[in-house]
Nanobody
Framework: QVQLVESGGGSVQAGGSLRLSCAVH????????MGWFRQAPGKERERVARIDTSTGDKAYADFVKGRFTISQDNAKNSLYIQMNSLKPEDTAMYYC????????????WGQGTQVTVSS
């Protein structure tokens, strides 16, 4: 039974920082790709960043490049995303995800953690 549990969301002012964590419970056999998505009200879920947990290769959406950093800690079975220079448009529910590609291709989802950025 695989379970992804996010934490670290909250409310910050524009320009601030947050670090989200995702604890991975269970063994994920189907993919080595982990990442973060987000979904704002009325919008589609979109990928923010991903990492190949076997190679360490990372990829970011253009709208977070230079501001967000994805990382992993294999010893703790955890995934992180450091979010700096936050903008009001970063306000969304953030989800930890196992799988590459679009939201429809994801094997496992976390329950989400809310990030709110005020101007």
């Amino acid at each position: 039974q695989v379970q992804l549990v996010e934490s670290g969301g909250g409310s910050v002012q524009a320009g601030g920082s947050l670090r989200l964590s995702c604890a991975v419970h269970g063994y994920i056999r189907k993919t080595t790709c982990m990442g973060w998505f987000r979904q704002a009200p009325g919008k589609e879920r979109e990928r923010v960043a991903r990492i190949d947990t076997s190679t360490g290769d990372k990829a970011y959406a253009d709208f977070v490049k230079g501001r967000f950093t994805i990382s992993q800690d294999n010893a703790k079975n955890s995934l992180y995303i450091q979010m700096n220079s936050l903008k009001p448009e970063d306000t969304a529910m953030y989800y930890c995800a196992a799988g590459c590609g679009r939201a429809a291709d994801i094997f496992y989802w976390g329950q989400g953690t809310q990030v709110t950025v005020s101007s």
